[in-house]
């Protein structure tokens, strides 16, 4: 089978379609490795193109994404097995005395469709549960969101119980939401700003680089 | 229980700014709806923490604020103004907090009044502090309690107006907004929303009835269609979604006008058009001078049907001029002149059609609020027989609204966007007949997000 037809079927979201179509490739004896490299990440990348270019929206990316997580259904138990790692862990919140959700509730979708794993406490999160989260699950990446002009003094407040705390290893802090500037993420002492969703992901990336 | 089946204005030539079928009467001496167009505005804290230490600060804040807005009305002769106190969530929490900022910004207002006969409104806006959980608890417990307290608290302290931008649907919206899934923004804006809101709503007039000069307002779908709007400004979503939900919410914010609410809607109830042409209550609108708290590609259209035109919220900063608050409120004032000697002239339609012009035909969003879309919406709405149906109802026209101008070459849209218009359009037509299908059918997808009993389902 041509690997060419599976990135098809997940850049147009066809998660059945690509469930199948990545069982048949196994079965023809591609490697997990080759499906997930030549189909499965390569179709991902031109749907990040499709959305860079307009042509996209979040909605298609997270079609893709979905029929991207099926494929990876298929694929886990053999990857599993072949030292594949996730790009990282990350705790997402939104600060406390903020209910503000759908902001950060996309960064940790596109996280989790960029192949991370994301542990999301919701909205008003208090610092010492974000601290508790990281040790519980040994996240190496913390995700802040506040949109009220109120509550990102809670940002920092965070930023600096996570400092505090004597966590297992060095987590990083990447913060956004409407009243957040580079300037002040710097200020709080946070890793990086994302002024959007994708961004957001952008710097996720560069933040888990070795 | 009061269901509107009909248009209080079925011509959309009648539907404009500052004037209303049904006036409503308030705080000190003003008249909404009675061919006067006056400024609402709102203002709020600078980046601080909100706490018992800190509390003492933001009140002197809020009364700094509202001395400087007072004063730019006095000084530019404002036929009336309203203030807005759009409560931060610590001020709900703390009932006390929202009551005591009431009462001083109320007492500012009727010295305002005594001094110069400004005629001048209080509103009172909680926050819908019940979202805060996951699944929402609607209708009791601890967050519902402070919510009720905090409603009764600010009646007793002297709000004119009483509103809200309730939430109810909003845990499944979100999700549906971020999937494009037009059967999740049908669940959420058509069956769980008018539910929450007939049941808040009856509770709000509750705490309103009885008490002399205190009238229960508007709502808001600020949850869901702004939310919208934002995304797509972000080009996250496409624009024609955000232009159907949009309508789809004024099916929904109907549901605050049949169980007690008087007028004025929200400023941020974009849908207020809408709400104009089956109600004709007053409304408040905002657009080109609410920059100050977010863009949107309908500044202008907005302000053609209002009664009162607002700045959304602006924060405690220092201009060149003076304060961010005493600065919009001066664009306020002059915007309203503007509007309110084209009343005087009998030209209000030529103004009112040169700000629907100039907007219409750029975005779908504003297509779908300008007076002629804004009645079939309408009339959509009201020859529906349920809410489920209203809202497949309103997104239907409001789909045929958008189609009708790209074919006939007046609005243009990207292929992305014309494709996106297409799918609406073939998942509207997949939806079930019945909202009791509907729920059968999303209970997969959406059913772990919400509690049946919080809607009395």
């Known amino acids: 089978m041509d690997l060419s037809i599976l990135k098809q079927a997940l850049i147009e979201g066809n998660d059945q379609t690509v469930a199948d179509l990545t069982q048949r490739a196994l079965d023809e004896d591609h490697s997990a490795e080759t499906i997930l490299s030549d189909a499965l990440i390569s179709g991902m990348e031109k749907v990040g193109e499709l959305f860079e270019q307009g042509e996209y929206f979040v909605p298609e990316l997270l079609l893709a994404a979905r029929a991207m997580q099926g494929a990876m259904e298929v694929l886990r138990p053999l990857l599993a097995a072949s030292d594949y790692q996730p790009l990282g862990k990350v705790v997402m919140g939104t600060v406390q005395g903020d209910l503000h959700d759908i902001g950060k509730k996309l960064v940790a979708m596109m996280l989790e469709d960029s192949d991370f794993e994301v542990i999301d406490l919701g909205t008003d999160v208090p610092p010492e549960r974000f601290v508790e989260a990281v040790e519980e699950s040994g996240a190496q990446l913390v995700g802040l969101s506040a949109l009220l002009t109120t509550t990102i003094p809670a940002m920092e407040a965070t930023v600096g119980a996570l400092r505090e705390a004597e966590l297992p290893t060095q987590v990083k802090i990447m913060v956004g939401g409407a009243p957040v500037t580079s300037t002040f993420a710097q200020d709080i002492g946070a890793d990086g700003y994302a002024p959007d969703a994708s961004s957001a992901v952008a710097l996720a990336r560069r933040l888990m680089a070795p | ?457």
């Open chain 2, 1 to 457: 229980m009061l269901r509107y089946a009909s248009l209080a204005v079925p011509d959309p030539r009648d539907l404009v700014f500052g004037h209303a079928p049904t006036l409503v009467s308030c705080g000190f001496g003003l008249k909404l709806g009675a061919r006067v167009v006056f400024p609402e505005v709102n203002f709020t804290l600078p980046s601080m923490p909100l706490t018992d230490s800190t509390w003492p600060d933001a009140l002197a804040q809020y009364r700094e604020m509202a001395r400087g807005v007072l004063g730019r009305a006095r000084a530019l002769e404002a036929p009336g103004m309203v203030i807005e106190l759009e409560h931060l969530p610590p001020m709900t929490e703390h009932p006390e907090w929202g009551a005591q900022i009431t009462a001083e910004l109320l007492e500012l207002l009727e010295n305002e009044h005594a001094k110069s006969g400004l005629a001048c409104a209080l509103r009172v806006t909680p926050v819908d502090l019940r979202y805060g959980e996951r699944p929402p608890r609607l209708r009791d417990g601890p967050l519902w309690e402070a919510l009720r307290l905090s409603l009764v608290a600010c009646t007793e302290s002297g709000a004119h107006i009483l509103s809200i931008e309730s939430e109810g649907g909003k845990e499944v919206c979100d999700e549906a907004l971020l999937r494009g899934d037009i059967r999740g923004i049908v669940l959420a804006l058509g069956v769980l929303a008018p539910r929450d809101m007939a049941w808040l709503w009856n509770r709000i007039a509750d705490v309103c009835a009885g008490r002399e000069g205190v009238i229960a307002g508007g709502d808001s779908a600020c949850a869901f269609a702004n939310t919208a709007m934002q995304l797509a400004h972000q080009r996250l979503i496409p624009e024609t979604l955000a232009a159907v939900v949009r309508a789809v919410g004024a099916a929904r914010s109907l549901a605050a006008f049949e169980h007690g609410a008087e007028g004025p809607s929200k400023d941020c109830a974009y849908e207020g058009p809408i709400l104009k042409a089956i109600t004709g209550r007053p409304i408040s609108m905002e657009g080109k001078s609410a920059t100050c708290a977010h863009f949107s590609p309908l500044g202008n259209v907005a302000a053609a049907t209002c009664d009162l035109w607002s700045n959304e919220s602006v924060q405690n900063v220092r201009l060149l001029s003076g304060s961010a608050p005493e600065a919009f409120a001066e664009s306020l004032i002059y915007d309203c002149r503007l509007m309110n000697e084209a009343l005087r002239r009998g030209k209000e339609h030529c103004l009112r059609d040169l700000l629907v012009d100039s907007d219409r035909w750029h975005s779908p969003q504003a297509l779908v609020i300008s007076p002629e879309a804004a009645v079939a919406i309408a009339r959509a709405i009201v020859a529906a027989p349920s809410d489920y149906h209203r809202a497949t109802a309103a997104a239907q026209t409001a789909v045929q609204l958008i189609g009708q101008a790209v074919t006939q070459g007046k609005l243009m849209l990207s292929p992305a966007e014309t494709r996106w218009l297409d799918r609406i359009e073939s998942d509207l037509a997949d939806l079930p007949d019945t909202e009791g299908e509907l729920l059968e059918q999303t209970q997969a997808e959406y059913g772990h997000l919400f509690e049946r009993s919080s809607y009395g389902l």
